[in-house]
DNA sequence: GCGACAG
DNA sequence: ATCTTGTCGC
């Protein structure tokens, strides 16, 4: 298994910062397969935000799933204010650190993390899984339920993918993973090849439109929001 | 200049 | 992301 030593970021005053930062991170992806053979648990990882917060606070959630199961084995959330506004294309420089700091405290860690959100399918290849991965130094997916850029449509059947292509170049997968529903995008993040990523996700997808890890992290997330509001 | 735009 | 009940379909 190869070094799994975090990428150190400054945090950026300002979107240019921040661009020129996602320039020298996305040149240290791995974008091959370095997992167990067999996977034992797969993460989940979300944030919650609140409509009309003045506070701006995000609550973050990491959940770990047993892979064949999906019984929880461990869950951690983080409520923080939120430091960098929602810009698209940016999203990793609002989620991370709330992210991160769940992480510390999350007691079993997963073999590879599904993230809700962008791993290379993004203007310059840095979505949130593909942030998020490489300052924790693990193994991301990067699952989103719409697209930021590129195009690909699936088929109409469970399992069907087309490539989700953007300026000439494959940057992720479109997979159906469910009938009638709208498609995955599926990308890179951290660590994991494209082939590798759809096949994780579909697995974890059984009938339903959402990978199970992402499911309950988004559950986790949503909880700790609720909970915030009351204290 | 106009439109698009993960969560 | 979030605000929200019922309702259509397997």
Known sequence: MRPQTPFHWLHPRDIAEARAAQGEMAAHLITTDDLPLNLACLGGADVSNTRFDPTKRVHAA??????TTDAALATATETRIADF????GYLGFR????????WSRLATK????????????????LGLACHLGLVLGVPTIGVAKSLLVGVGEPGPEPG??????WKGERIGTALRSR?????????????????TAVAIVLAATRGRRLAAP?????????RARRAAALA
């Open 85 to 88: 506004p929602y810009v698209p």
């Open 95 to 102: 989620e991370v650190p709330s992210l991160v700091a769940a």
């Open 110 to 125: 997963p073999d590879v993390m599904l993230v809700d959100g962008q791993g290379m399918a993004h203007p310059r290849g």
């Open 214 to 222: 992402i499911r309950a992290a988004h559950d986790a997330a949503n």
């Open 160 to 165: 069907d993918t087309a490539p989700l292509l």
């Open 62 to 67: 990491l959940v770990t799933l047993d892979a």
């Open 179 to 195: 009938r009638g529903a709208k498609p995955l995008y599926v990308s890179v993040g951290h660590r994991v090849s494209l082939g």
